[in-house]
């Protein structure tokens, strides 16, 4: 009796990473004549799964995301957002809001004037955290040393909110550069 399909799936999460899967299932279905796929189309199913990081992109892959630990090159930015997470009153904090380093999250060819970046800083240890680019304009919440300053990790996350809620960008400022005027 041939295997079933639900055996061949689980063999083939087991065995093979996820870039390999569709080619061993498709490999193993037709040999026991329950798949009529070309190796044609077999291989357009994995070069399709290969190339989906560029129709569904994550943080790190787009650029807009940054992981920052001992070992990363972002030596300057790391050191400070350790020291303000290592001050009194900000031991328990996992939260920050701090502007951008100038290495970090530009575009060739940006700009030295461009609308200033923020990002949002998440400690996932005393020494490693996550920076994600959040919002580009003029800061709305008041400031202590370049980082937000606000006393909780509720105040940051109400000012996330309302960089959702503009669409992570001071649209007037925006529109003052790009025309020139600012």
């Known amino acids: 009796m041939p295997p079933t399909v639900a055996w061949l799936l689980g063999r083939?999460?087991?065995?093979?990473?996820?870039?390999?899967?569709?080619?061993?299932?498709?490999?193993?279905?037709t040999k026991i004549g329950r798949c009529s796929l070309s190796p044609a189309k077999s291989?357009?199913?994995?070069?399709?799964?290969?190339?989906?990081?560029?129709?569904?992109?994550?943080a790190p892959q787009s650029g807009t995301a940054i992981l920052y630990?001992?070992?990363?090159?972002?030596?300057?930015a790391h050191n400070a957002d350790i020291a303000y997470f290592s001050k009194?009153?900000?031991?328990?904090?996992?939260?920050?809001?701090?502007?951008?380093d100038q290495s970090e999250f530009r575009v060739a060819g940006e700009p030295i004037d461009a609308?200033?970046?923020?990002?949002?800083?998440?400690?996932?240890?005393?020494?490693?955290?996550?920076?994600?680019?959040l919002y580009r304009g003029e800061n709305f919440f008041a400031l202590e040393r370049?980082?937000?300053?606000?006393?909780?990790?509720?105040?940051?996350?109400?000012?996330?909110?309302?960089?959702?809620?503009?669409?992570?960008?001071?649209?007037e400022e925006l529109a003052k550069f790009l025309a020139g005027s600012r």
Request: aromatic fraction near 8%; hydrophobic fraction near 40%.
């Open 69 to 76: 630990s001992p070992a990363s090159g972002y030596i300057s």
């Open 146 to 171: 370049g980082y937000a300053g606000v006393l909780s990790d509720a105040d940051i996350a109400a000012i996330a909110i309302e960089c959702f809620r503009r669409s992570g960008v001071d649209g």
């Open 115 to 133: 609308p200033a970046g923020w990002a949002l800083i998440v400690r996932l240890s005393s020494n490693t955290h996550i920076v994600i680019f």
């Open 43 to 58: 291989m357009h199913i994995q070069r399709s799964r290969a190339m989906s990081y560029q129709l569904f992109p994550t």
């Open 12 to 29: 083939a999460q087991k065995r093979k990473p996820a870039s390999q899967q569709t080619g061993f299932l498709m490999r193993a279905l």
């Open 88 to 100: 009194p009153g900000r031991k328990s904090r996992t939260l920050a809001i701090r502007r951008c």
